[in-house]
């Protein structure tokens, strides 16, 4: 059975950082795209940024660049997010993804596998 476990989530100031992680269980996701979305209250879900496994290309979302970094541990069969100089319009719900053969990396619905969330919030 496949699992995505969020963590690291937390109430940040403007200007300070935070670390997700995601821990994936259940099969070998070498072959996969991981994906971080977000969602704020009232809005919908978007995309922040993704990874290919195997390859190591990353994708970011305009409004994150130049502050977030994604990057997979194949030894532990986790990805981790790092977000810097956070800002009060981060604050949401942080769900991993995982997918094969995704196209498009901001397209949910190409994620197959999805996690519970862990809540940022960015606030003073």
């Known amino acids: 059975q496949v699992q995505l476990v969020e963590s690291g989530g937390g109430l940040v100031q403007p200007g300070g950082s935070l670390r997700l992680s995601c821990a994936a269980s259940?099969?070998?996701?070498?072959?996969?795209?991981m994906a971080w979305f977000r969602q704020a209250p009232g809005r919908e879900r978007e995309f922040v940024s993704a990874?290919?496994?195997?390859?190591?290309?990353?994708y970011y979302a305009d409004s994150v660049k130049g502050r977030f970094t994604i990057s997979p541990d194949n030894a532990k069969n986790t990805v981790y997010l790092q977000m810097n100089s956070l800002k009060p319009e981060d604050t949401g719900v942080y769900f991993c993804a995982a997918g094969v053969a995704v196209s498009d990396t901001q397209r949910g619905y190409e994620y197959r596998y999805w996690g519970q969330g862990t809540q940022v919030t960015v606030s003073s």
């Open positions: 990874v290919s496994w195997r390859a190591g290309n990353t």
């Open positions: 259940g099969r070998t996701f070498t072959a996969y795209t």
